[in-house]
């Protein structure tokens, strides 16, 4: 099977992120497993570096950038969480970066991805075509795109996260993983069907946004308009070129949960587990949690993609439901 990355793409990326980004913490909750009848294995990525899962992927590409690449520096796109993984990824490797962010992106990831010292422009994300707008930019100035999902060195950085799990916490029957692009689920199936080939490996996409879904059911990428969901890490419109063939061949179904589940399942993490999980970090759980995946009986690791989200924002959410 020729696809994009392999598993020691994956280790390859561990041992460069080894020391540098956090190994983060596996949590359960008795009252998650008595309502999905389920052993569930919460792997924190809310609790990575910058807040988010996209860390990992970020540096292991930034990290590999020639010399050349390095001074002329990088650009970026993206809704929240890539911007601030390139922003960190970039300073502590001492490149400059430019990141690409839609005018309607959470003003907390605005804030934190200048803070690592990038700099911002702003985009329309349903009028202008931000990949069109980075490529011309990279072309520029001379720069390197990193898109957020769609390139082997982001997909392997992913699929670490996947790694630490199964290394912690042994067998599972199934592995949840939230889906935008597909860049962590491609690399999270790589890593687990090969340490775990019975595993099943299930994907989780916004109801409003499920480009991935289609693609994977009628096997062939589809495109979809930039959907309208709480979920702002998954409003993607298509998966990717390199994503989608990964997920074609070991990614076993992708389901999708709604808005209203998403802020149910935030719920859950802040008054049962003290935790603040963003929208899209909750599209795996909300499968288990909210019962549109029946896990009865099994052993189960969940990916929480990230922690990100405005307090006013995430006030709103929980008190409006």
Do not use: W
């Not at 520029?140 to 670490?160: C, S, Y």
């Amino acid at each position: 099977m020729n696809l994009s990355i392999n598993h020691a793409d994956i280790q390859a990326a561990a041992a460069r992120l080894a020391g540098v980004a956090h190994r983060t913490p596996v949590a359960t909750s008795h009252t998650a497993n008595e309502r999905t009848g389920a052993r569930l294995f919460f792997k924190c990525e809310n609790l990575q570096r910058m807040g988010a899962f996209k860390f990992r992927g970020a540096y292991n590409a930034l990290s590999q950038f020639t010399p050349e690449q390095r001074r002329a520096g990088v650009v970026a796109f993206s809704s929240g969480n890539h911007a601030q993984a390139v922003a960190l990824s970039s300073r502590l490797l001492g490149i400059p970066a430019t990141i690409l962010m839609p005018t309607d992106a959470p003003q907390m990831k605005i804030d934190a991805t200048q803070g690592y010292g990038a700099e911002v422009q702003l985009f329309d994300r349903y009028k202008e075509d931000r990949e069109a707008i980075g490529r011309k930019l990279a072309d520029e100035r001379g720069m390197t795109l990193i898109p957020p999902f769609d390139h082997p060195h982001v997909m392997a950085g992913q699929g670490t996260a996947a790694l630490e799990l199964i290394d912690e916490i042994g067998t599972l029957d199934v592995l949840l993983v939230c889906v935008g692009g597909g860049g962590l689920i491609s690399g999270c199936a790589v890593a687990a069907k090969h340490a775990l080939p019975q595993c099943r490996v299930i994907g989780v996409e916004p109801e409003a946004g499920n480009d991935v879904q289609q693609s994977l059911r009628r096997g062939e990428v589809v495109h979809i308009d930039v959907p309208r969901t709480i979920a702002d890490g998954a409003q993607t419109q298509a998966p990717g070129r390199f994503t989608f063939p990964v997920i074609q061949a070991l990614v076993d179904d992708v389901l999708t949960v709604t808005d209203q589940q998403l802020v149910s399942t935030m719920r859950f993490f802040a008054e049962r587990m003290k935790m603040v999980v963003e929208p899209t970090g909750c599209l795996a759980a909300a499968a288990a949690l909210e019962g549109v995946l029946d896990v009865r009986e099994k052993k189960v690791g969940v990916i929480l993609s990230g922690g990100n989200i405005d307090v006013t924002r995430y006030a709103a959410l929980l008190g409006g439901s």
